[in-house]
């Protein structure tokens, strides 16, 4: 039995998943609620949702099939307590860039879950992968870390399909976490995310909600050349 395709396309190749309105009218919608979470709920995981979670982010794509990226559950409350305090220490040092009424609209700002979520990740790219041989990385090294990014987001839309928040706390020292976690040299940290039920759902950034950004139209961001 083949699967029909959506009326006025091209019938997808041998073996391919048709994938139809209903399914895009969802993935559209995981695409608006994937949203940054800052509060969560302190109940656990399911066990083995985070190793599920992780298995999906590995279908994630890789520049010369690299797969540079390197999970580090950080678990133990040792080092989430040199987490904090990094954190603390690099909120403190970027509020101090603002003045005025922007700087108390930063200092009312949440922004981690570090207190609350079950679950936190350091994600770090390997810079120097023997796997992919080098493909696709000698004129752009960076894609490495492209990549890991993309594992990332692949992990944050695995994460909210499962109805689980996720949260990117950027503001740290990476040199000092590095340090913290004892990883090797040649891991560059990329992401600290925090991962657990949402406390409350939205399908807009807490950054517009409160008062700090404002989303700009598709339209503004697209050239032609």
């Known amino acids: 039995m083949t699967a029909e395709s959506p009326k006025g396309e091209n019938p997808p190749q041998e073996g391919a998943p048709v994938f139809g309105p209903a399914f895009q009218a969802e993935l559209e919608a995981l695409l608006v609620w994937r949203r940054d979470v800052r509060r969560f709920r302190s109940e656990p995981l399911p066990p083995g949702m985070l190793e599920r979670l992780l298995v999906l982010a590995e279908l994630a794509p890789s520049v010369g099939l690299s797969q540079p ?52 990740l350091a994600v770090f790219c390997e810079c120097a992968p023997e796997q992919g041989h080098g493909l696709g990385r000698r004129s752009m090294p960076e894609t490495l870390q492209y990549s890991t990014v993309c594992a990332v987001h692949t992990l944050w839309l695995a994460a909210r399909a499962a109805g689980i928040g996720l949260g990117w706390v950027s503001i740290l020292d990476a040199e000092a976490l590095s340090r913290d976690l004892e990883v090797p040299d040649s891991w560059r940290l990329v992401a600290y995310l925090c991962l657990g039920y949402p406390e409350e759902e939205h399908d807009d950034p807490e950054l517009a909600r409160r008062g700090w950004e404002e989303r700009r139209a598709a339209g503004d961001l697209f050239v032609t050349r």
């Open 69 to 120: 990226w390197r999970f580090v559950r950080v678990a133990s409350p040792e080092r989430r307590a040199l987490v904090r305090s990094n954190f603390e220490a690099a909120n403190a040092e970027a509020l101090a860039d603002y003045s005025g009424s922007r700087a108390a609209l930063y200092a009312r700002l949440k922004l981690s879950g570090l207190d609350d979520a079950p679950e936190q």
